[in-house]
């Protein structure tokens, strides 16, 4: 049964997003040329519609069976700045930069005391627990935000 309403309420929201798809205006392509892929794996694509969205890759198949590609996507946001992306997927996975990802902050950043304090935590109890013994939080002092 429940099957049954989850499989009515899927085709409702299908159908209405479809719906929507209908009033949408058209977007013409302006480009679309793809090649490959070859024998060796070599392979790209190039595409571009009327209203400012790119994507551009290629890519080949490397000796170990993998595969790796390079490449480029961008589309207008509602402000009307261009966001833009470049990418490697390889090996080492997917690697995209961008001004719009958010960055970590700079390391070597200050430690709080209160995790400096867990980490000598953690270290007094595995050496306890080297010789056989048990550690109590209350040997190493309060910890931020327990009120002891």
Do not use: C, W
């Not at 509602?78 to 470049?86: I, R, S």
């Not at 007094?124 to 056989?132: K, N, P, S, V």
Request: no cysteine; proline share 7%; hydrophobic share 40%.
């Amino acid at each position: 049964m429940k099957l049954i309403i989850a499989a009515v309420v899927m085709g409702v929201a299908l159908a209405q997003d479809a719906l929507s798809l209908d009033e949408r205006p058209l977007v013409a392509i302006i480009h679309n040329a793809q090649s490959g892929p070859d024998e060796t794996g070599v392979h790209s694509s190039d595409f571009e519609a009327e209203n400012g969205i790119r994507f551009q890759f290629s890519g080949s198949q490397s000796i170990d069976g993998g595969a790796s590609m390079v490449g480029a996507y961008s589309y207008p946001m509602e402000d009307g700045t261009l966001a833009e992306v470049t990418f490697v997927a390889d090996e080492n996975g997917y690697q995209p930069e961008s001004s719009l990802l958010p960055v970590a902050p700079a390391f070597p950043h200050p430690i709080p005391e209160f995790v400096l304090k867990q980490i000598e935590f953690a270290r007094q109890q595995e050496e306890a627990e080297a010789r056989g013994e048990a550690v109590r939080r209350q040997d190493i002092g309060p910890t931020q935000g327990q009120g002891n």
